[in-house]
Protein backbone atom coordinates (compact mmCIF):
# COMPACT_ATOMS: atom_id res chain seq x y z
CA UNK A 1 0.00 0.00 0.00
CA UNK A 2 1.41 3.67 -1.09
CA UNK A 3 1.52 6.04 1.53
CA UNK A 4 3.09 9.43 1.46
CA UNK A 5 3.40 11.55 4.62
CA UNK A 6 3.97 15.17 5.06
CA UNK A 7 5.48 16.80 7.27
CA UNK A 8 7.28 20.16 8.52
CA UNK A 9 4.15 22.65 8.31
CA UNK A 10 3.77 25.07 10.72
CA UNK A 11 3.03 28.62 11.92
CA UNK A 12 5.47 31.39 10.35
CA UNK A 13 5.93 35.47 10.04
CA UNK A 14 5.54 36.60 6.52
CA UNK A 15 9.31 36.63 5.33
CA UNK A 16 10.22 33.33 6.99
CA UNK A 17 11.05 29.84 5.95
CA UNK A 18 9.72 26.72 6.33
CA UNK A 19 11.13 23.11 4.97
CA UNK A 20 8.84 20.59 4.33
CA UNK A 21 9.31 16.89 3.97
CA UNK A 22 7.66 13.58 2.21
CA UNK A 23 8.36 10.27 2.82
CA UNK A 24 7.52 7.70 0.35
CA UNK A 25 6.33 4.28 1.52
CA UNK A 26 4.63 0.77 0.18
CA UNK A 27 5.80 1.75 -3.84
CA UNK A 28 8.83 2.67 -5.93
CA UNK A 29 9.64 6.18 -5.54
CA UNK A 30 12.68 6.37 -6.81
CA UNK A 31 12.13 6.54 -10.71
CA UNK A 32 9.26 8.41 -10.41
CA UNK A 33 8.82 12.11 -10.86
CA UNK A 34 7.83 13.51 -7.95
CA UNK A 35 5.81 16.89 -6.93
CA UNK A 36 4.25 18.81 -4.07
CA UNK A 37 0.97 20.77 -4.31
CA UNK A 38 -0.75 22.77 -2.02
CA UNK A 39 -4.73 23.82 -1.61
CA UNK A 40 -5.56 27.26 -0.11
CA UNK A 41 -9.22 27.37 1.72
CA UNK A 42 -12.04 28.03 -0.65
CA UNK A 43 -9.55 27.41 -3.90
CA UNK A 44 -8.99 24.06 -6.09
CA UNK A 45 -5.45 22.12 -5.43
CA UNK A 46 -2.60 23.42 -7.28
CA UNK A 47 1.24 22.83 -8.35
CA UNK A 48 4.11 24.02 -6.70
CA UNK A 49 6.72 21.85 -7.70
CA UNK A 50 7.87 18.69 -9.41
CA UNK A 51 11.26 16.93 -9.49
CA UNK A 52 12.55 14.30 -12.08
CA UNK A 53 13.71 11.15 -10.50
CA UNK A 54 17.27 11.83 -11.61
CA UNK A 55 16.95 15.62 -9.88
CA UNK A 56 17.73 16.88 -13.45
CA UNK A 57 14.80 18.59 -14.68
CA UNK A 58 12.95 20.56 -11.94
CA UNK A 59 9.55 22.96 -12.48
CA UNK A 60 7.86 25.64 -10.61
CA UNK A 61 5.51 27.57 -10.62
CA UNK A 62 5.51 31.23 -11.16
CA UNK A 63 3.99 32.31 -7.57
CA UNK A 64 7.24 30.29 -6.18
CA UNK A 65 10.06 30.35 -8.03
CA UNK A 66 13.01 31.86 -6.95
CA UNK A 67 11.49 31.38 -3.35
CA UNK A 68 11.16 27.71 -2.97
CA UNK A 69 13.48 24.53 -3.89
CA UNK A 70 12.27 21.04 -4.55
CA UNK A 71 15.02 18.37 -3.54
CA UNK A 72 14.92 14.74 -3.11
CA UNK A 73 16.52 11.52 -1.70
CA UNK A 74 16.50 8.58 -3.53
CA UNK A 75 18.24 6.42 -0.99
CA UNK A 76 15.89 7.99 1.83
CA UNK A 77 12.63 8.23 -0.26
CA UNK A 78 12.25 11.47 0.77
CA UNK A 79 11.22 14.79 -1.22
CA UNK A 80 11.83 18.03 0.43
CA UNK A 81 10.58 21.62 0.10
CA UNK A 82 12.33 24.18 0.81
CA UNK A 83 10.20 27.06 1.13
CA UNK A 84 11.87 30.48 1.71
CA UNK A 85 10.60 34.53 1.52
CA UNK A 86 7.01 33.28 2.51
CA UNK A 87 4.19 35.62 2.07
CA UNK A 88 0.36 34.87 3.33
CA UNK A 89 -0.63 33.86 0.18
CA UNK A 90 1.28 30.56 0.51
CA UNK A 91 -0.91 29.42 3.68
CA UNK A 92 -2.12 26.62 2.72
CA UNK A 93 -2.18 22.49 3.06
CA UNK A 94 1.04 21.16 1.24
CA UNK A 95 1.07 17.64 -0.21
CA UNK A 96 3.34 15.59 -1.88
CA UNK A 97 2.60 12.78 -4.69
CA UNK A 98 3.67 11.25 -7.93
CA UNK A 99 3.88 14.13 -10.85
CA UNK A 100 1.19 13.89 -12.66
CA UNK A 101 -0.94 13.64 -9.14
CA UNK A 102 -2.05 9.86 -8.43
CA UNK A 103 -5.73 10.60 -6.67
CA UNK A 104 -5.33 7.60 -4.78
CA UNK A 105 -1.70 8.82 -3.48
CA UNK A 106 -3.36 11.86 -1.61
CA UNK A 107 -1.41 11.74 2.07
CA UNK A 108 -3.43 14.22 4.48
CA UNK A 109 -0.82 16.58 3.62
CA UNK A 110 0.69 19.68 6.30
CA UNK A 111 -0.25 22.61 7.18
CA UNK A 112 1.16 26.17 6.71
CA UNK A 113 -0.08 28.83 8.03
CA UNK A 114 1.41 32.60 6.79
CA UNK A 115 0.84 35.71 9.18
CA UNK A 116 1.15 39.15 7.84
Known amino acids: QVQLQESGGGLVQAGGSLRLACLAS????????MGWFRQAPGKDREFVASIHWSGGFIDYAESVKGRFTISRDNAKNMVYLQMNSLKPEDTAVYYC?????????WGQGTQVTVSS
Open 97 to 105: NRYPALADY
Open 26 to 33: GGTFSRKT
